[in-house]
Nanobody, 126 residues
Framework: VLLVESGGGLVQSGGSLSLSCAASGRTFSRDTMGWFRQAPGKEREFVAG????????SYADSVKGRFTISRDNAKNTVYLQMNSLKPEDTAVYYCAVDLRVFRERVGVAQSEYDYWGQGTQVTVSS
């Protein structure tokens, strides 16, 4: 199982970025996928997640209304569209996969995810 994030970078406050996570090594169309982030000196936290079918999504309160998670199962890819970015969104962003197939809920705990990508840095300047 391999997850590779891309799309991070430096953006000004109020700007947008789109992250991608390309998955390989299994059929991810059956799996819940999640995005987490870790800011310097802070613990890793849940950002957003999406069930295998895309029928259910979940967001941290801090990003609701600004971030949108989506997936393309044909491409084994999950996306995170980030709008109205704030300096406090600065962090390394990680995607992760929950291997319990066909779950109908999104887990928000790190322990519910089995594999992780290497992360991509997002920096929002004020």
């Amino acid at each position: 199982v391999l997850l590779v994030e891309s799309g991070g970078g430096l953006v000004q406050s109020g700007g947008s970025l789109s992250l991608s996570c390309a998955a390989s090594g299994r059929t991810f169309s059956r799996d819940t996928m999640g995005w987490f982030r870790q800011a310097p000196g802070k613990e890793r936290e849940f950002v957003a997640g999406i069930t295998w079918s895309g029928g259910s999504t979940s967001y941290a309160d801090s990003v609701k209304g600004r971030f949108t998670i989506s997936r393309d199962n044909a491409k084994n890819t999950v996306y995170l569209q980030m709008n109205s970015l704030k300096p406090e969104d600065t962090a390394v962003y990680y995607c992760a996969v929950d291997l319990r197939v066909f779950r109908e809920r999104v887990g928000v705990a790190q322990s519910e995810y089995d594999y992780w990508g290497q992360g991509t840095q997002v920096t929002v300047s004020s």
